[in-house]
């Protein structure tokens, strides 16, 4: 299968780049730097692998990564939507957004709507949620508000719930948001918490189910949470029509 992975050069994405080449997949990698990206590709095998840079913080980017994987390949069939921030120094990016919402809501939807014309109902949108949840202020989306990393991250995660919810409803591929657990061993939880964290894989195994396994063949719009091991509810925001419908209205406004 061809699966694209955004953030693959560390953490959950580079484990789970490692786990769906292991068996074989073809996997186009993304990431911010291209020299840890060619480091990762060598190491995963460049004969399995196909590099892609972007800056999924800058709208211009993402939208050149969806042009460059579509000139390439005229077939998707998994979108892992995993890269993620939780801090920056620089909190607005020069499309006027806050860089947490930017690139934990705003890219992956760009990027998975601009890609759409490679998938059918047999493709997958895997997108990284989290069970910290908090009610969306669709101000601080567009930068006109300003919010703690952690209230930013919970929001942020929120959001691309809501949107997997409401894009759902209207597309072929299966889409479907996971909540990968709680504390993994990741940087982004290293660096935030201090804590060393839960094994990667534990995260990377369940976004390689719910890339290829028959559990989420019909699980689009669905939320699963990894914590209970099992598909289950999210925040009550991320299952009401009218809300999610508002988001996906306002993110269209912001990707034209």
């Not at 939807?109 to 997108?127: C, F, I």
């Not at 919970?154 to 889409?175: E, F």
């Not at 290829?212 to 029509?241: C, M, V, W």
Request: overall charge negative.
């Amino acid at each position: 299968m061809k699966i694209l992975i955004t953030g693959a050069t560390d953490g959950i994405g580079l484990a789970t780049a490692r786990m769906l080449v292991d068996q074989g997949h073809e996997v186009m990698l993304h990431g911010r730097n291209d020299k840890k990206l060619s480091d990762m590709a060598a190491e995963l095998g460049v004969e399995n692998t196909e590099q892609y840079v972007a800056d999924l913080s800058q709208m211009a980017e993402v939208n050149k990564l969806a042009k460059e994987v579509a000139a390439e390949h005229d077939r998707l069939d998994v979108l892992i939507n995993n890269a993620g921030v939780y801090s920056s120094p620089a909190l607005i990016t020069g499309d006027g957004l806050d860089i947490r919402f930017a690139v934990n809501t705003v890219a992956p939807y760009m990027l998975t709507k601009a890609l759409l014309p490679l998938m059918d109902e047999s493709s997958r949108v895997v997108n990284l949620s989290s069970a910290a949840q908090q009610p969306l202020d669709a101000e601080a989306l567009t930068g006109k508000a300003k919010l703690e990393d952690g209230e930013a991250y919970a929001q942020s995660k929120l959001a691309i719930t809501m949107w997997t919810y409401g894009l759902s409803q209207h597309v072929a591929p299966v889409v479907v948001a996971v909540n990968p657990m709680s504390l993994l061993g990741s940087k982004m939880v290293k660096n935030a918490f201090g804590l060393d964290g839960k094994d990667i894989n534990i995260g990377a195994e369940i976004l390689c189910r719910a890339a290829l396994s028959d559990t989420f063949r019909d699980a689009t719009g669905k939320y699963f949470d990894n914590d209970i091991g099992e598909f289950g509810d999210p925040h009550p925001d991320a299952q009401d029509r009218e809300k999610c419908a508002a988001l996906i209205q306002q993110l269209d406004a912001i990707i034209q």
